[in-house]
């Protein structure tokens, strides 16, 4: 490595943690992306002096340009708000694969008695890469309903996942100690596949997320193990960054919804436990519907509305009409704020960039800490397709699955208004108590129409 490809990659890394730094605010989340792109773009340029490529090789990595850089490019701008999830699910189990079959290349290249520095971590980059593609393309699939969103298990799960994983053990503990041929390697690999699916599909559906920061963690050691195969410290860098940022947002989903990691990966969390839907909840108890042009009145004469939105609003696209609304309100002097939770939508930021999409202010965006206090003051709680993050049985039930999990304070409002297409419960599959709360006055419908009504009928209030 010279000087110059050297100095190169430094600034790589400078970049990549400059933008990192970036993402932590909306405001600046946009330009981190570009910084980042930017080291990324330098890595790759300052790498191409150190490939020794034969004629084959320059017409296989051309083609691979070729397909990686369109479906990278047509995927990132194609895919909708609410599809965010699932993205981030295949490019980190694409990274995870590759990593994977990088360590392969090196083990083959080695022989049968590769050092204990090549060895170690190919044996750790296959093996945590292989979980991570598999792991990532099941939960691609339970998002994207083509697997069920419920856990799937059957007796003895954990001891056969304990059994796979004592065997990828004694695998990769012979190929380092005694020796690195295609007979062990390659079933090291396939045990990691399985490993992957059978870890992931036991875990709820509204759980992916938090499963997808792991896997994506998991992607980052993994390439950071193949940096160290390579020598490559540009790999390094990038892939710890990947790892310690993907297990720190890991640890704070869990604590966001008041779980250990633990009851999250091994709870089997998710299986809807709540009756029918319809007006009437559980046991009997009715809800108290209303009509557009009531709750626009209602709005209309308030002078506080906070909004909490949740993936209801991402899957009916009404970021613009929920803007529209609150600018109607603010016309008539009625102060507009929204909640945030840590865990609204489908990953940590989704609404914050949903919003931010539509122009809302960076400044009306609060947090969960920073809005609490306020609900209290406020005259309307609209909730907009949210419903655990608002779940009283947080605080009030001990023996719920969301006991302990911090939620906003929307039944603190002096009324509340919930915009739902109907009264089923949401990902954590539980009846909520606030839909039946005197104060609650529910709105039934897609949440971009039902937006559009209210908007129409403020303005003519």
């Known amino acids: 490595m010279t000087v110059a490809v050297a100095l190169a990659y430094l600034l ?3 970049l990549f943690i400059l933008g990192l730094i970036q993402l932590s605010s909306p405001k600046s989340a946009r330009r981190g992306n570009q910084i980042a792109a930017v080291g990324m ?40 708000m609410t599809a965010i ?14 990593a994977a079959v990088v360590a392969v290349s090196e083990l083959l290249l080695q022989g049968s008695h590769p050092p204990f520095a090549v060895a170690f971590p190919s044996v750790f980059s296959i093996v945590i890469g292989s979980v991570s593609f598999a792991g ?26 304990g059994a796979l994983a004592l065997a990828i053990v004694a695998l990769a503990v012979y190929l380092i100690a005694v020796a690195s041929t295609p007979l062990i390697f390659v079933p090291l690999l396939i045990l990691g596949l399985v490993l992957g699916v059978a870890f992931v599909l036991p875990i709820g559906g509204a759980d992916m997320p938090v499963v997808i920061s792991l896997l994506n963690a998991f992607t980052g050691l993994a390439v950071a193990a193949s940096g160290f195969v390579l020598g490559n410290f540009a790999l390094i860098v990038a892939g710890t960054l990947v790892g310690a940022s993907g297990t720190l947002l890991t640890r704070l989903m869990s604590d966001a919804m008041g779980r250990s990691l633990g009851n999250v990966l091994f709870g089997a969390f998710g299986t809807v436990t709540a009756g029918p839907a319809g007006v009437a909840g559980a046991e009997g108890k009715s809800v108290r519907s209303g009509t557009p042009e009531d709750i626009a009145t209602l709005l209309a004469y308030s002078r506080k509305v906070i909004v909490v939105p949740g993936y209801g609003l991402a899957v009916a696209q009404g970021q613009h ?24 939508g489908r ?40 419903n655990d993050v608002v779940n009283p049985a947080a605080h009030n039930s001990p023996g719920s699955p969301i006991y302990g999990m911090p939620i906003l304070n929307a039944d603190e409002a002096k009324n509340i208004v919930f915009m739902k297409r109907s009264m089923r ?14 104060k609650t006055v529910m709105l039934f419908g897609d949440a971009k129409d039902s937006l559009m009504k209210l908007v129409a009928a403020v303005k003519a209030a």
């Open 12 to 14: 790589a890394a400078v």
């Open 41 to 80: 773009a330098i890595a790759l340029l300052a790498t191409i002096p150190l490939l020794h490529f034969t004629g084959a090789g320059i017409a296989i990595t051309l083609i691979g340009l070729l397909i990686g850089i369109p479906i990278g490019a047509f995927g990132a701008r194609r895919v909708k």
């Open 85 to 98: 999830p699932q993205m981030v699910a295949l490019f980190n189990g694409v990274g995870g694969g590759a």
């Open 136 to 161: 990532s393309l099941v939960a691609f699939a339970k998002l994207q309903a083509l697997l069920t969103g419920t856990p799937i298990t059957y007796p003895g799960q954990q001891i056969v996942n």
């Open 321 to 344: 009409a929920v803007k529209e609304l609150a600018d109607e309100l603010e016309k008539r002097g009625v102060e507009v704020e929204y909640a945030i939770h840590p865990v609204a």
């Open 347 to 386: 990953m940590p930021g989704h609404m914050n960039v949903l919003l931010a999409e539509a122009n809302v202010p960076y400044d009306q965006l609060k947090e969960m800490d920073q809005i609490n206090d306020e609900f209290k003051s406020a005259d309307v709680a609209l909730v907009v397709g949210a």
């Open 425 to 438: 419960p949401g990902f954590a599959g539980i009846d909520n108590e606030l839909l039946y709360d005197p």
